[in-house]
């Protein structure tokens, strides 16, 4: 029980925290299970991983879409372009040593903090018409705010590729690389940005979980997967009605610091 109640209270607390900032989680999970896990084959931690932020990513994107704050066809258009990337990753993870993968999870949480940080939000709002080469969204949220942005959707696409790899190679989900790129780079409010996110990451790690489970990576990962998965779920609940009352500069801020000292200790992990 008390086991149980253990790694409830890391889902909660994690789904929360990840809903908020719209990453889903993992980036924090992962360095959790490495700790806990020394031993363990990186295919199995980064399996249990995608699974519970699968569970965090669903329950959450319900959330947001009450708010009606997902972009559902920048989403979708993101999410299939992630899709095999996302697949490849989840059968390449068998090929990486224990320490590597630390490091490179840890390189990649300090690489995305120092961006945001360096190059703070692009956030833009549309005066007049579209932007040349550039698909335009105009979004109104459940409170009746009202969201204008253009972003350029082949590059885009290519990001979303490549996340959908590294993130399920890593077992992070692909959200602390996915926020930071839909706000930065593409230029989306971050409110909607980290909603979109969300939404991303669900179907992502569906099929990054649904790969492991195939291959037969989480046989005897229920145990742990369970409680933790529970508590994301009510964890992304939170995290969602909470978004609402957090500005977006403070959204991003936390992002950073919460990289940059996940970062740290995984790199320390990987040297020690």
């Known amino acids: 029980m008390l086991h149980f109640v ?50 965090n990513a669903f329950s959450g994107s319900l959330a947001y879409a009450r708010l009606k704050r997902i972009d559902y066809r920048s989403g979708l258009t993101f999410s299939l372009a992630a899709l095999p990337g996302t697949i490849l990753g989840s059968l390449s993870t068998t090929y990486i040593p224990r320490h590597l993968f630390d490091a490179v999870i840890g390189l990649l949480l300090l690489a995305a903090s120092s961006y945001i940080v360096v190059r703070p939000n692009r956030e833009k709002a549309l005066r007049g018409g579209a932007v040349a080469g550039h698909t335009t969204v105009v979004l109104t949220d459940a409170s009746g705010a009202q969201y204008r942005y253009a972003y350029n959707r082949r590059i885009g696409v290519g990001i979303s590729f490549f996340v959908g790899y590294f993130s399920s190679l890593l077992g992070i989900g692909g959200g602390v690389i996915h926020v930071p790129a839909l706000i930065q780079i593409l230029n989306f409010p971050v409110h909607i940005g980290t909603a979109t996110s969300h939404f991303i990451l669900a179907v992502m790690t569906f099929a990054g979980s649904a790969t492991h489970i195939v291959i037969g990576t989480l046989a005897d990962s229920l145990r742990i997967i369970l409680p933790i998965s529970l508590g994301m779920i009510v964890g992304a609940q939170i995290g969602a009605r909470l978004s609402g009352r957090v500005r977006g500069t403070w959204i991003t801020r936390s992002l950073a610091v919460a990289l940059m000292l996940v970062g740290i200790r995984t790199l320390w992990q990987a040297f020690k």
């Open 6 to 55: 253990g790694y409830a209270t890391v889902g909660l607390i994690i789904g929360t925290f990840g809903t908020i900032i719209g990453v889903g989680g993992g980036f924090l999970l992962v360095p959790l299970l490495l700790w806990l896990y020394p031993t363990a084959e990186p295919e199995v931690l980064a399996g249990i991983s995608l699974t519970a932020v699968f569970f």
